[in-house]
């Protein structure tokens, strides 16, 4: 196979593989932007294997970085843009089915794709758009299909990460997961336990947010990666019933999050410590607890004022297609247009400040905070209007 028209990023690249192979060496476009080419998708990066050595590469560029050199990996600077290129190579045991043992320069490409994950994945391009598939990944690419390379036992043993690899694929591509690979998986889901958690949080998040996570979940389920993963293991009926609910992906991170913590049921102080155990940053948990009430009160009903107010502008379109997924008519429109409607969106659109409370009389300390938000709540509920003397008379009466 022979692709024509090659993506700008693979046009703009393609002087470095002519620079290698010219000193004499092999260079090919390897892995997700091979395949999302031939997909007919977006791609982003450019991922360059080569079978010429770290040293040789450097030795051929005026600058690189690098930045994996240990694993073979040198980035190729050139003209503002980096190319991460890495020397071909094979690997031994993986005691710790995370990180090869020991890694093995060689100069074979078949050796060096043998070691890739899925046959999809392990397509090399030449930089004249020829294709190079030695594990038949274009016969499963046309059937939407995820296939291990090789032995799908071995290539779990080497990273278990791969297992949420797989599932991930299926929800970001609508592809099936074949028997033997999906048998293998369930075989040893076990040892997801072995993966960092940022590695796990990041699979899944594609997971939730991809073409069809339906599919995805319900893999995720039918494998039992599921108990696997960090305080899942309680919410068996709830991440069941997820597989029909979430029918188009999660739209952001936060989206995400916010879904899981609301189908689990998971009270305000709960939702710290989960997502805490995600090694999840602190800005999106904050988020998560306001978008969580939020949703968890749509599905209830509706908002009053103050609940819409808590929630803002900002967040209210992630809260509400959580409440949507789990079953709440959409109600973004009449939100969006009552939270405009709001005397104000901000506490510090108050009439008045701290200082102006201090003028009139009270004392700095807790009680002129607790006064301030007395007012910030009066103002929004329209108990008092927000103007210095309206705000100075109900805080002094």
């Known amino acids: 196979m022979k692709l024509e028209q090659l993506p700008e990023e693979f046009e703009h690249a393609r002087p470095v593989l002519q620079t290698i192979e010219q000193a004499g060496y092999e260079a090919y476009f390897v892995g997700g932007s091979v395949r999302d080419t031939i997909l007919g998708k977006a791609i982003h990066d450019v991922d360059i294997a080569t079978s010429a050595y770290p040293d040789e590469i450097k030795h051929l560029f005026k600058r690189t970085v690098d930045t994996g050199i240990e694993h073979g990996t040198v980035m190729i600077l050139d003209h503002g843009t980096g190319y991460e290129?890495?020397?071909?190579?094979?690997?031994?045991?993986?005691?710790?089915?995370?990180?090869?043992?020991?890694?093995t320069f060689v100069r074979s490409l078949a050796e060096d794709l043998k070691r890739r994950d899925f046959t999809i994945n392990a397509l090399a391009m030449r930089e004249n758009g020829e294709v190079i598939d030695l594990f038949d990944g274009l016969t499963d690419l046309q059937n939407k299909q995820i296939r291990a390379v090789g032995d799908a036992q071995e290539r779990f043993h080497e990273d278990a990460l791969r297992m949420m690899r797989a599932v991930r694929f299926a929800s970001q591509l609508d592809f099936t997961i074949v028997p033997d690979t999906l048998d293998a998986i369930t075989a040893h889901a076990q040892l997801l336990t072995k993966i960092a958690v940022e590695r796990t949080q990041v699979e899944l998040l594609k997971l939730l947010q991809g073409k069809t996570p339906q599919r995805g979940l319900t893999d995720l389920m039918a494998t039992g990666l599921w108990q696997y993963c960090p305080d899942f293991a309680p919410h068996e009926v709830a991440l069941k019933e997820l597989t029909t609910q979430?029918?188009?992906?999660?739209?952001?991170?936060?989206t995400a999050?916010?879904?899981l913590v609301t189908k689990f049921g998971l009270e305000t102080a709960a939702i710290t410590p989960f997502m805490k155990h995600w090694k999840t940053a602190?800005?999106?948990i904050n988020a998560v607890q306001t978008t969580s009430k939020t949703a968890t009160l749509l599905l209830q009903g509706g908002l009053n004022a103050w609940q819409l107010y808590q929630c803002g502008a900002d967040l209210m379109p992630i809260a509400n297609e959580v409440a949507v997924?789990?079953?709440?008519?959409?109600?973004?429109?009449s939100l969006t247009t009552q939270l405009a409607a709001l005397p104000i969106q901000h506490k510090k659109e108050l009439a008045v400040t701290g200082k102006d409370l201090m003028q009139a009389g009270i004392q700095p300390g807790p009680q002129l905070g607790a006064i301030l938000g007395d007012l910030e709540y009066g103002v929004v509920t329209g108990a008092v209007a927000n103007t210095h003397d309206a705000l100075v008379a109900q805080a002094t009466a």
Not at 95 to 101: G, L, N, V, W
């Open 282 to 284: 602190n800005q999106t």
């Open 325 to 333: 997924i789990l079953g709440a008519p959409d109600r973004l429109a």
């Open 246 to 254: 979430l029918v188009h992906g999660a739209s952001s991170e936060t």
């Open 257 to 259: 999050w916010t879904l």
């Open 85 to 103: 290129t890495t020397t071909f190579r094979s690997e031994s045991t993986y005691t710790d089915f995370r990180r090869p043992d020991q890694v």
